[in-house]
T-cell receptor, first 116, second 111 residues
Framework: GAVVSQHPSWVICKSGTSVKIECRSL??????MFWYRQFPKQSLMLMAT?????????EQGVEKDKFLINHASLTLSTLTVTSAHPEDSSFYIC????????????FGSGTRLTVV | DAKTTQPNSMESNEEEPVHLPCNHS???????IHWYRQLPSQGPEYVIH???SNVNNRMASLAIAEDRKSSTLILHRATLRDAAVYYC????????????FGKGTKLSVKP
């Protein structure tokens, strides 16, 4: 079945630094990828939707200059948290949609970001 | 986006069937019903999806009400590995619409 690899699985960074999270579709072409954020004991919150080769569409309240999304190829999307602060600590999850038309929302295993 | 309502939590005994309800009274004609589940510190896992007819797969069954305002996810024999948060989600505009997660139901399975 479809597999989405998300890396790293966890990361600790200092306040003010930037962190990049990668999301790769391993065996299918993902024309659309989604980025979610999940705080403890809460549900997933959609942050942005990215289509290959286009600028990402951000949900209301999500700062596009802080959460930079790049979807330069059909198999790779990256989320960069710039100038991270402790309140950005969260579980970040990507999802990729199969572009061949079949049903396909495959989620990555998530990245636990801790900003100290 | 149409919203869903699920119980916050449910309990089940191992080896018994589990019926997880979901209300979606504002569903539109093109909204698909998706079910995902999430284990702690993991990404969501696909369970099943459907539009109007009941659906079966190796993991579960999805029973959709005739008026489509509610649906039920059925796990035929719960195992300890089925303990997770189950999300009922409507995708706007067909099966390819964005998935907006609600609060989900936390299922506990007792041995």
């Amino acid at each position: 079945g479809a597999v989405v690899s998300q890396h790293p699985s966890w990361v600790i960074c200092k306040s003010g630094t930037s962190v990049k999270i990668e999301c790769r579709s391993l065996d299918f072409q993902a024309t659309t990828m989604f980025w979610y954020r999940q705080f403890p004991k809460q549900s997933l919150m959609l942050m942005a939707t990215s289509n290959e080769g286009s600028k990402a569409t951000y949900e209301q309240g999500v700062e596009k200059d802080k959460f930079l999304i790049n979807h330069a190829s059909l198999t790779l999307s990256t989320l960069t948290v710039t100038s991270a602060h402790p309140e950005d600590s969260s579980f970040y999850i990507c999802s990729a949609r199969d572009g061949t038309g079949g049903y396909g929302y495959t989620f990555g295993s998530g990245t636990r970001l801790t900003v100290v | 986006d149409a919203k869903t309502t699920q119980p916050n939590s449910m309990e089940s005994n191992e080896e018994e069937p589990v019926h997880l309800p979901c209300n979606h009274s504002t569903i539109s004609g093109t909204d698909y019903i998706h079910w995902y589940r999430q284990l702690p510190s993991q990404g969501p896992e696909y369970v099943i999806h459907g539009l109007t007819s009941n659906v079966n797969n190796r993991m579960a069954s999805l029973a959709i009400a005739e008026d489509r305002k509610s649906s039920t996810l059925i796990l035929h024999r719960a195992t300890l590995r089925d303990a997770a948060v189950y999300y009922c989600i409507l995708s706007f505009g067909g099966s390819q619409g964005n998935l907006i997660f609600g609060k989900g139901t936390k299922l506990s399975v007792k041995p």
